[in-house]
Structure formats: structure tokens, C-alpha cells
């Protein structure tokens, strides 16, 4: 099984980055997917969730309006599209995946498989 995330850098406040993450070992389309963030110092943090299907999506408050979260079944990725970015969205970005769909989507402990992290740093 592997979950490896990409599109992290380095944007002006106000710019946009598209993460991706491309999953392998394990039926991507039986798994509900989820972004999570942790800032240095800080522990893992719920971003996003997207259902199994693609028709459900929840996001914290803190993105809503800004954030999307999509998949592409055909390509077993999973994308979160930024947007209007802050410095305080500055942090290493985790995607999950879950087997089935869960209301346990905002815990750690309700994800099955985790990527390394991507880093997203929003500084001028």
C-alpha cells in the first residue's frame, strides 16, 4: 500500500497549489480519502473528507470557500485544490484513506493507510 503526495512549495499569501495524492496497493475506489495538516509543534489536524462516491465532501471551517477536495477513480488520486492561501495554512499535508465511508472521517484513528506529507509553506 502507498499513498505518496505531491504539488507542495512555497506560495505568496493570496497564491493557489493543487496537492495530489497517488494511491497504489489497495482498491482506491472502495475508500473514502482525506486530507489532513500538521504545523510544526502542533498535532494532525482534519482538513478535508471525501466520500467513497465523490458526492460527499466536509471541510473545517478554517477552508471552507477556499479548499476543494476531488478524486479521479481513473487515476486513483486524490486532490485538495488551495486556494486564497495564508500563512497560517502553512503546514505538512497528509493524505488518508479509509475503507468504506465513516462519520469518523475528522479522527486520525479512522483512517486506514497515510502518505509522508507534503509541505505547503505560505510566506512573502
Known amino acids: 500500500v502507498q499513498l505518496v503526495e505531491s504539488g507542495g512549495g512555497l506560495v505568496q499569501p493570496g497564491g493557489s497549489l493543487r496537492l495530489s495524492c497517488a494511491a497504489s496497493g489497495f482498491t482506491f475506489s472502495s475508500y473514502a480519502m482525506g486530507w489532513f495538516l500538521q504545523a510544526p509543534g502542533k498535532e494532525r489536524e482534519f482538513v478535508a473528507h471525501?466520500?467513497?462516491?465523490?458526492?460527499?465532501?466536509v471541510y473545517r471551517d478554517s477552508v471552507k470557500d477556499r479548499f476543494t477536495i476531488s478524486r479521479d477513480n481513473a487515476k486513483n488520486t486524490v486532490y485538495l485544490q488551495m486556494n486564497s492561501l495564508k500563512p497560517e495554512d502553512t503546514a505538512l499535508y497528509y493524505c488518508?484513506?479509509?475503507?468504506?465511508?465513516?462519520?469518523?472521517?475528522?479522527?486520525?484513528?479512522?483512517?486506514?493507510?497515510w502518505g509522508q506529507g507534503t509541505q505547503v509553506t505560505v510566506s512573502s
Open positions: 471525501i466520500s467513497v462516491s465523490g458526492r460527499n465532501t
Open positions: 488518508a484513506a479509509k475503507a468504506g465511508d465513516s462519520r469518523h472521517y475528522q479522527y486520525i484513528w479512522g483512517y486506514d493507510y
